[in-house]
Protein backbone atom coordinates (compact mmCIF):
# COMPACT_ATOMS: atom_id res chain seq x y z
CA UNK A 1 0.00 0.00 0.00
CA UNK A 2 1.39 3.68 -1.00
CA UNK A 3 -0.18 6.74 0.82
CA UNK A 4 0.62 10.13 -0.53
CA UNK A 5 0.41 12.99 1.66
CA UNK A 6 1.32 16.76 1.81
CA UNK A 7 -0.65 18.30 -1.24
CA UNK A 8 -2.89 21.06 -1.11
CA UNK A 9 -3.36 24.66 -2.17
CA UNK A 10 -0.10 26.91 -2.78
CA UNK A 11 0.18 30.38 -3.92
CA UNK A 12 2.75 30.32 -6.84
CA UNK A 13 6.48 30.80 -5.70
CA UNK A 14 5.10 28.49 -2.79
CA UNK A 15 6.24 24.92 -1.54
CA UNK A 16 5.29 21.81 -0.88
CA UNK A 17 6.76 18.67 0.45
CA UNK A 18 4.81 15.37 -0.30
CA UNK A 19 5.35 12.17 1.29
CA UNK A 20 4.46 8.65 0.04
CA UNK A 21 4.39 6.03 3.11
CA UNK A 22 4.61 2.18 1.94
CA UNK A 23 3.80 -0.63 3.50
CA UNK A 24 3.02 -4.21 2.96
CA UNK A 25 6.02 -4.97 0.46
CA UNK A 26 9.87 -4.34 0.72
CA UNK A 27 10.20 -0.82 0.16
CA UNK A 28 13.80 -0.59 -0.14
CA UNK A 29 13.39 -3.46 -3.10
CA UNK A 30 11.80 -0.66 -5.51
CA UNK A 31 12.70 2.43 -7.19
CA UNK A 32 10.39 4.87 -7.18
CA UNK A 33 8.14 7.52 -8.62
CA UNK A 34 6.57 10.81 -8.43
CA UNK A 35 4.17 10.74 -10.73
CA UNK A 36 1.67 13.41 -11.86
CA UNK A 37 -1.82 14.34 -14.20
CA UNK A 38 -2.91 17.67 -14.59
CA UNK A 39 -6.29 18.07 -15.34
CA UNK A 40 -7.05 16.70 -19.19
CA UNK A 41 -3.49 15.78 -19.78
CA UNK A 42 -1.34 12.47 -19.68
CA UNK A 43 0.60 11.25 -16.72
CA UNK A 44 3.63 12.67 -16.41
CA UNK A 45 6.75 11.53 -14.51
CA UNK A 46 8.33 13.99 -12.58
CA UNK A 47 10.91 12.03 -10.47
CA UNK A 48 12.33 8.82 -9.65
CA UNK A 49 15.20 7.64 -6.98
CA UNK A 50 17.22 4.36 -6.88
CA UNK A 51 17.10 1.97 -4.41
CA UNK A 52 19.07 3.60 -2.00
CA UNK A 53 18.55 7.36 -3.18
CA UNK A 54 22.17 6.19 -4.89
CA UNK A 55 21.05 7.85 -8.14
CA UNK A 56 18.15 10.29 -9.35
CA UNK A 57 16.15 11.47 -12.16
CA UNK A 58 14.00 14.62 -12.81
CA UNK A 59 11.89 15.44 -15.72
CA UNK A 60 13.09 18.67 -17.59
CA UNK A 61 9.93 20.61 -16.62
CA UNK A 62 10.96 20.39 -12.74
CA UNK A 63 14.94 20.11 -12.68
CA UNK A 64 16.17 22.09 -10.48
CA UNK A 65 12.69 23.22 -8.79
CA UNK A 66 11.77 19.89 -7.21
CA UNK A 67 13.63 17.01 -4.95
CA UNK A 68 13.03 13.82 -4.60
CA UNK A 69 14.24 11.65 -1.57
CA UNK A 70 13.48 8.23 0.13
CA UNK A 71 14.05 7.02 3.78
CA UNK A 72 14.07 3.56 3.32
CA UNK A 73 14.29 3.07 7.46
CA UNK A 74 10.93 4.84 7.21
CA UNK A 75 9.48 3.18 4.05
CA UNK A 76 8.94 6.56 2.53
CA UNK A 77 9.52 8.62 -0.59
CA UNK A 78 9.52 12.49 -0.60
CA UNK A 79 8.91 15.46 -3.26
CA UNK A 80 10.24 18.43 -2.07
CA UNK A 81 8.43 20.57 -4.33
CA UNK A 82 9.73 24.92 -4.63
CA UNK A 83 8.87 27.88 -6.94
CA UNK A 84 5.72 26.65 -7.22
CA UNK A 85 3.44 27.70 -10.82
CA UNK A 86 0.05 27.22 -11.71
CA UNK A 87 1.48 24.42 -14.32
CA UNK A 88 2.76 22.12 -11.34
CA UNK A 89 -1.33 22.13 -10.82
CA UNK A 90 -2.25 18.20 -10.90
CA UNK A 91 -2.69 15.46 -9.09
CA UNK A 92 0.76 14.00 -7.18
CA UNK A 93 1.00 9.57 -7.41
CA UNK A 94 3.76 7.72 -5.61
CA UNK A 95 4.44 4.62 -7.71
CA UNK A 96 7.01 1.64 -7.40
CA UNK A 97 9.12 -0.23 -9.72
CA UNK A 98 7.23 -3.38 -11.45
CA UNK A 99 4.88 -4.36 -10.73
CA UNK A 100 3.94 -0.87 -10.44
CA UNK A 101 2.16 -0.02 -6.99
CA UNK A 102 -0.04 3.18 -6.99
CA UNK A 103 -0.43 5.44 -4.83
CA UNK A 104 -4.05 7.28 -4.15
CA UNK A 105 -2.55 10.54 -5.38
CA UNK A 106 -2.50 13.76 -3.41
CA UNK A 107 -3.80 17.20 -5.00
CA UNK A 108 -1.59 19.87 -5.66
CA UNK A 109 -3.25 22.88 -6.55
CA UNK A 110 -1.07 26.12 -7.26
CA UNK A 111 -3.35 29.08 -7.21
Known amino acids: QLVESGGGLVQPGGSLRLSCAAS????????MYWVRQAPGKEREGVAAVLLRGEDIAYADAVKGQFTISRDNAKNTVYLQMNSLKPEDTAVYYC???????WGQGTQVTVS
Open 24 to 31: GFTFSSYW
Open 95 to 101: VTSSPHY
